[in-house]
């Protein structure tokens, strides 16, 4: 099993991990772990401390952290292998034979979510531009200018993207980042469902400026085009935390858009144990995933494709399919509906896993949009839906740095102004509803006048 293990070696040690300046590889921090096959391959990750007030649960999400990479407080990841036959015995025995190793966890395959489809799209990228209001964001001077958008993917296509949105596109490339083993170059990757991903946030914000971080082209044996392991998003949020710390303080913003998740318990450790992934709030992704919303990010996740109704054929988790950072109380989760506002069959009910309410919100899916499948397929599944939300959080953090919003009060005016779809409120097919721009440009312009 492919596992992440977390160490906390020597203060000068954590400090070189941390440290994007300097370099310290996996034999510098965690040589000679008996019974375990080291990825040499993967740069080693400092795991903040989660800091919560005098007398609080150090490893609840739900509650008010801050998060220390002080050299005497955080550990380091590094990734490998332990043959099924150890797994127990080996995850038992390392932290009494390496007092320095923390835990073992798991690093579960993540893959894109893609639909069951079939069914032909449902209007177009236009409608979905219409009824997200993009000209009256445009008006309002919220179109992404300045903005850091990172779609986490198989990597974007920016000359496709540009052609299809039939205007130009800005892309970071010197902000984007690969997985190890991954070569390419950033917007220059072929045209896939990171592709798609990122056509679709440019509906709501046309002047955000992408980051392209391909960590669904796995180089690992065995795995496809379409999924990577748990541990490329932990070194991609790692690099992205340098991306976010370098922004100037009053005027910070980076949205990161997840059109992935974990599909099936077989590659996780069983629910109650110390290293499982998919319930697990001190699982170090999830611990990075609130130390991100913490220093500032938006951070965006799809809620999946295993709805009741037209569920893909991966979904292996008997029920409630939102799992791990997917149901993250400090991300939004988003759920699909079509261009009507009916949901569609595929898209992922909660409860979910790490929080219940579950998905917070629906965007727009199954239209018709970047062609990245074809002349005749949509932009679907929860994939594409939240983009179509990243892009809109990007869009009014054109003039609302996370210094004058907050992560946690975007995410509450969001689920406050979405249209909702029920008779109770909250329900777990919608969420609190589907976006409302115009509920949200009304919000916002209310909060200025009151702190003006």
Not at 68 to 95: F, K, N, Q, Y
Not at 367 to 384: L, M, N
Request: hydrophobic letters at 40%.
């Amino acid at each position: 099993m492919r596992v992440l293990i977390q160490l906390r070696p020597s203060p000068d040690l954590v400090a070189a991990v941390a440290d994007p300046g300097q370099t310290a590889t996996t034999a510098d921090v965690a040589d000679g772990l008996p019974g375990v096959e080291l990825d040499s391959a993967f740069v080693p990750v400092a795991v903040p401390r989660p800091v919560p007030l005098a007398g609080g649960d150090p490893l609840s999400l739900n509650q008010p952290l801050d998060f220390s990479l002080a050299a005497e407080d955080a550990s380091v990841l590094v990734r490998g292998t332990i043959s099924d036959d150890e797994l127990a015995t080996r995850v038992t025995m390392l932290p009494t034979i390496r007092p320095d190793v923390v835990g073992v966890f798991a690093d579960p395959v993540i893959e894109s979510s893609l639909t069951c489809g079939g069914d032909p799209p449902v209007g177009d990228w236009h409608d979905v531009e219409r009824l997200i209001n993009a000209a009256g964001l445009a008006a309002e001077g919220l179109d992404g200018s300045g903005v850091a958008l990172a779609v986490l993917d198989t990597g974007i296509n920016a000359a496709h993207v540009a052609r299809h949105l039939g205007r130009g596109v800005t892309l970071d490339a010197e902000r984007s980042w690969n997985p190890a083993g991954v070569t390419g170059r950033p917007g220059e990757f072929e045209v896939d469902h990171g592709t798609m991903c990122a056509f679709d946030t440019l509906i709501g914000a046309p002047q955000a400026s992408l980051i392209d971080i391909p960590v669904l082209l796995s180089a690992r044996p065995g795995g496809s085009a379409l999924d990577g392991l748990l541990s490329d998003a932990v070194a991609a949020f790692a690099h992205l935390r340098t991306v976010l710390d370098a922004q100037p303080a009053d005027s910070r913003s980076l949205v990161i858009s997840n059109s992935w998740g974990s599909f099936s318990p077989a590659w996780d450790f069983p629910v109650g144990h110390p290293g499982n992934y998919s319930d697990n709030a001190a699982h170090p992704f999830n611990l990075i995933v609130a130390s991100l919303d913490r220093a500032g990010a938006d951070v965006l996740f799809a809620a999946g494709n295993c709805g009741r109704d037209c569920k893909d054929g991966r979904c292996a988790y008997p029920d409630r399919p939102i799992v791990g950072a997917n149901s993250h109380p400090r991300a939004l989760s988003i759920g699909g509906v079509d261009v009507g506002g009916e949901r569609v069959g595929y898209s992922s009910q909660g409860p979910g896993r790490l929080t219940a309410r579950k998905p917070d919100i629906c965007a727009y899916t199954h239209f018709s949009g970047s062609k990245a499948f074809g002349d005749t397929e949509p932009d679907s599944g929860t994939s594409a839906a939240c983009p179509v939300a990243a892009g809109l959080v990007a869009a009014i953090r054109t003039r609302w740095p996370s210094s004058r919003l907050s992560p946690a009060q975007l995410r509450a005016l969001l689920r406050r102004t979405a249209e909702d779809r029920s008779e109770v409120g909250f329900d777990y097919d919608y969420g609190y509803g589907i976006v409302d721009t115009a509920g949200i440009i009304a919000a916002l312009q209310r909060r200025a006048k009151s702190v003006a």
